[in-house]
């Protein structure tokens, strides 16, 4: 089993707890209703909606919008870094179209389904594609949303730190660098540091098929150095160079693309 622990040699005569946790579910409703079976709980760590489907152009919002080859046209650019011509496509395909609109009903779209596939219970934060203040609409009794706050879960503490940091790829919930750090300073000590993003290290910044560094946290580093918490747990990065390093006493996991593999990663103690 993955992301595994044990305390103590008297471990038989307590109970143990089991936690899922995903992130990256990218529309994919089906894996997330089965996510929690065997856990005490999910952890969600953000990016609910499917926007564009970097491997599958045929897959999200924008492909349903304008069709398969105009979004290969624009995952191909993005993937040059060719980011001013990828927007220029962008604002000439939405000429003349209501753009707030229709993607925010795509989006509530999948947030009908994908809310309603959460088990019970579930704490989730948002990721950077999220549009966080729809979430009150969908988040049902059993499923707490945290940004910047901690909860305990089976006696362990878990901090929670939703959305990106700014970049040229210009996602719905991104924020500033102060802003962020103000959110991870709130938590305090935690033992489960819980992200969308990941701490601003290059192994595991660096995504290997869409050959870029992503944005990682400077605040998210220097926590888990001044805190020592036991995890650090994130996504955001789909195809890591490191999908696991430690970070002095802290164990930096990448809990893994939901959308793609539909495999929750479980952590035990």
């Known amino acids: 089993m993955r992301g595994s622990e044990t305390d103590g040699p008297a471990e038989g ?62 995952v191909a650019l993005r993937t040059a870094r060719r980011f001013e011509e990828a927007r220029a496509l962008g604002r000439e395909l939405w ?64 901090g929670f730190v939703g959305g990106g940091l700014k970049s040229p790829m210009n996602t719905p919930y991104e924020i500033s660098d102060e802003e962020y750090a103000a959110k991870v300073e709130a938590l305090g000590p935690v033992d489960v540091l819980c992200s969308h993003i990941p701490p601003e290290v290059p192994e595991l910044t660096y995504d290997t098929v869409a050959r870029r560094f992503e944005r990682g946290s400077p605040a998210l580093l220097e926590a888990i150095r001044a805190t020592r918490p036991r995890y650090a747990l994130f996504g955001h990065v789909h195809q890591p160079l490191v999908r696991r390093m430690r970070i002095g006493d802290t164990e930096c996991v990448n809990v893994g693309h939901f959308a793609s593999t539909g495999t929750p990663w479980a952590l035990t103690w």
């Open 13 to 74: 005569m307590r109970r143990a707890h089991r936690i899922h946790v995903v992130s990256d579910v990218h529309g994919n409703a089906e894996a997330l209703a089965r996510a929690g079976e065997g856990a005490d709980a999910l952890v969600c760590l953000g990016d609910l909606v499917l926007f564009l489907d970097y491997r599958d152009h045929s897959r999200g919002i924008f492909p349903a919008l304008f069709g398969k080859e105009n979004a290969s046209r624009i």
């Open 95 to 158: 000429a003349g179209r209501d753009r707030h609109t229709e993607i925010l009903g795509a989006v509530r779209t999948q947030y009908a389904e994908l809310f309603a596939a959460f088990p019970t219970p579930t704490y989730a934060t948002y990721g950077n594609v999220d549009v966080p203040h729809l979430w009150p609409e969908y988040a049902r009794p059993g499923t707490t949303v945290l940004d910047g706050e901690r909860v305990e879960i089976g006696g362990r503490v878990f």
